[in-house]
């Protein structure tokens, strides 16, 4: 259970980190489209694991990479646009959310 900090915490990032993707997509994510669909952080919110899809690549697994490589640069950006309400900027960690194609399985398997 998280608490309310938390939640407030995690969705400013989720919307920071956002733009930033949007901002990287023209150099660093050429052809592939970013969304932040669910951001967790540690109860001291040192720690944040940050849930993306991948849309319009076929290889959603080397945008991760190119993303993990580009840590801090988006770990520097995100610190400018939250220093007035963060103390610390979390520590990034990247993971594919495949929650999208886990419910077109399901759906299909429903109709079947």
Known sequence: MSSI????????LQRDLSEIFLKLRSTHLEGCM????????S?????AKIYCS???SAL?????????ANK?????ELGIRVKK?????????FYIDDSIE???KIDELLKK
């Not at 900090?5 to 400013?12: E, F, G």
């Not at 970013?34 to 952080?41: A, D, F, G, K, N």
């Not at 109860?43 to 720690?47: A, G, H, Q, R």
């Not at 959603?60 to 993990?68: F, S």
């Open 85 to 93: 309400q963060l103390r610390i900027v979390p520590e990034l960690d």
């Open 54 to 56: 991948l849309f319009g």
């Open 5 to 12: 900090r938390q939640q407030k915490v995690a969705r400013l």
């Open 72 to 76: 801090n640069i988006i770990r520097k």
């Open 43 to 47: 109860p001291d919110l040192s720690y």
């Open 34 to 41: 970013v969304s932040v669909t669910m951001v967790r952080i």
């Open 60 to 68: 959603p697994q080397h945008y991760l990479e190119c993303i993990q």
């Open 102 to 104: 886990y419910a077109s």
